[in-house]
Nanobody
C-alpha cells in the first residue's frame, strides 16, 4: 500500500515561484523512481519531471531551466521547485510512483499562475 500526499499549490503571479511537496507513505522509498505530472483543463496528463533513486533527473522541455525536482529520502519526500512561472503552467500537479504491479497517484494540488 502506497500513499502520496501533495501540498504547496496556490495562486501566484507570472514570474513567481512555488515549491510543491509530496509526502510518501511507503517502505523502501529510496528505491523508487518518483515523478511529478500535471494536467490542465482540456489537456491530457503530462510528465513534468522525474528523479531516480540515484538522483538522476529528467524534465519536460517546457519546464527545463525553470523547475527542479529533488528528494529527501530521510523524510520520504519529493519536491518540485518552480521558478519563473508562466500562465501555461496552470494545472493540477500530481505526485507519482510505480511498483511492479501498479501506478500510484496523489490527490493533486492546484497551481494557478495569473495576474
Amino acid at each position: 500500500q502506497v500513499q502520496l500526499v501533495e501540498s504547496g499549490g496556490g495562486l501566484v503571479q507570472p514570474g513567481g515561484s512555488l515549491r510543491l511537496s509530496c509526502a510518501a507513505s511507503v517502505t523502501f522509498f529510496s528505491a523508487y523512481v518518483m515523478a511529478w505530472y500535471r494536467q490542465a483543463p482540456g489537456k491530457e496528463r503530462e510528465l513534468v519531471a522525474f528523479i531516480s533513486p540515484g538522483g538522476l533527473t529528467t524534465y519536460a522541455d517546457s519546464v527545463k531551466g525553470r523547475f527542479t525536482i529533488s528528494r529527501d529520502n530521510a523524510k520520504n519526500a519529493v519536491y518540485l521547485q518552480m521558478n519563473s512561472l508562466k500562465p501555461d503552467d496552470t494545472a493540477v500537479y500530481y505526485c507519482n510512483t510505480n511498483t511492479a504491479t501498479r501506478t500510484y497517484w496523489g490527490q493533486g494540488t492546484q497551481v494557478t499562475v495569473s495576474s
